[in-house]
């Protein structure tokens, strides 16, 4: 583990990189390494193993299914579980944010996964993903920010220059800088977004034109600055962003009015 993450830093390195500046998929592979490096970490992930395959061989006793098709696997992947059968073979995708889980939730998470239709291990699982256990397993395993280098820069505008002249002018410079991305997908109504579990902010690509004016990128980065500043409040299994707190944070944004007539101009 340790063998790899290092060559790939230094790959990154060669090419006056950094990891963050790897695709987000890749990314996240690499932030995954970084916590399996640390030899307790990798002994956790083990007895979650342990225990998962304990508790899968439990609840299927009784079914048809093959154990001997069943693949697990344990990642720092984008969702919370996901599960694929095709020839005959299951692949269940567990994230990594769960390894240190009660058997208790392990065994609702199973159920989820197994189950056809949204149930009650359903509702049970993604209210254990906003408990205080589970966000601070995913504060471990994502570690420190990192910022990236290259892929921060567009064609006409670079997002590392503009975070610094907005954490200087509004944070203080307390900010820390997360990875600054233009979005791969050009989708048309995501303006932007902030991902806590991977210290992403991405900003959407279609701005990164010739005709898109400065101050619309400067607010839509300065929306995802906020976010990071301010968290995600969860109460009673929900998220909550955008509280009063930060309604009230966005408009002391210079020339707010206008940024915001630019962002209905967009609708």
Same mark, same amino acid.
Request: proline letters at 3%.
């Given at each position: 583990?340790l063998?790899?993450k290092?060559?790939?830093?230094?790959?990154?390195d060669q090419?006056?990189g950094?990891?963050?500046?790897?695709?987000t998929?890749?990314f996240?592979?690499?932030i995954?390494?970084r916590?399996?490096?640390?030899?307790?970490?990798?002994?956790?992930?083990?007895?979650g193993?342990?225990?998962? =395959?304990r508790?899968?061989?439990?609840?299927?006793?009784?079914?048809?299914?093959?154990l001997?098709?069943l693949?697990l696997?344990?990642?720092?992947?984008?969702?919370?579980?996901?599960?694929?059968?095709?020839?005959?073979k299951?692949?269940l995708l567990i994230?990594?944010?769960?390894? =240190?889980?009660?058997?208790?939730?392990?065994?609702?998470?199973?159920?989820?996964?197994?189950?056809?239709?949204?149930?009650?291990a359903?509702?049970?699982?993604k209210?254990?993903?906003?408990? =205080?256990?589970?966000?601070?397993?995913?504060?471990?395993i994502?570690?420190d920010?990192?910022?990236?280098?290259l892929?921060?820069?567009?064609?006409y505008?670079?997002?590392d220059q503009?975070f610094q002249n907005?954490?200087?002018?509004?944070f203080?410079?307390?900010?820390?800088?997360p990875r600054?991305?233009?979005?791969s997908?050009?989708?048309?109504?995501?303006l932007?977004?902030?991902?806590p579990?991977?210290?992403?902010i991405?900003?959407?690509?279609n701005f990164?034109?010739?005709?898109?004016?400065l101050?619309?990128i400067?607010?839509?980065?300065?929306?995802?600055?906020?976010?990071q500043?301010?968290?995600?409040?969860?109460?009673n299994?929900?998220r909550?962003?955008h509280?009063?707190?930060f309604?009230q944070a966005?408009?002391?944004?210079r020339d707010?009015k206008e940024?915001?007539?630019?962002?209905?101009?967009?609708?």
């Amino acid at each position: 583990m340790l063998h790899l993450k290092n060559e790939i830093e230094q790959l990154c390195d060669q090419h006056q990189g950094t990891p963050a500046d790897l695709g987000t998929p890749t990314f996240r592979q690499y932030i995954w390494l970084r916590f399996l490096s640390n030899a307790k970490h990798l002994s956790l992930h083990m007895k979650g193993l342990q225990s998962f =395959d304990r508790i899968i061989k439990h609840q299927t006793s009784g079914r048809k299914n093959d154990l001997s098709l069943l693949q697990l696997r344990i990642e720092y992947c984008g969702y919370l579980y996901q599960r694929k059968t095709s020839h005959g073979k299951t692949a269940l995708l567990i994230n990594e944010g769960f390894i =240190d889980a009660s058997d208790s939730i392990k065994q609702k998470l199973i159920s989820a996964a197994y189950a056809k239709r949204k149930n009650k291990a359903s509702d049970a699982i993604k209210s254990y993903a906003t408990s =205080d256990a589970y966000l601070k397993m995913g504060e471990l395993i994502a570690g420190d920010p990192i910022a990236n280098h290259l892929s921060c820069k567009g064609k006409y505008y670079n997002l590392d220059q503009m975070f610094q002249n907005l954490n200087w002018r509004y944070f203080k410079k307390k900010l820390p800088q997360p990875r600054l991305v233009w979005s791969s997908s050009r989708a048309k109504r995501r303006l932007g977004y902030y991902h806590p579990e991977i210290h992403t902010i991405a900003i959407n690509k279609n701005f990164d034109a010739e005709d898109i004016p400065l101050l619309l990128i400067e607010y839509i980065l300065f929306h995802e600055m906020l976010h990071q500043f301010f968290g995600i409040e969860h109460r009673n299994g929900r998220r909550f962003a955008h509280t009063p707190a930060f309604h009230q944070a966005e408009k002391t944004f210079r020339d707010y009015k206008e940024a915001e007539n630019l962002i209905k101009l967009l609708h």
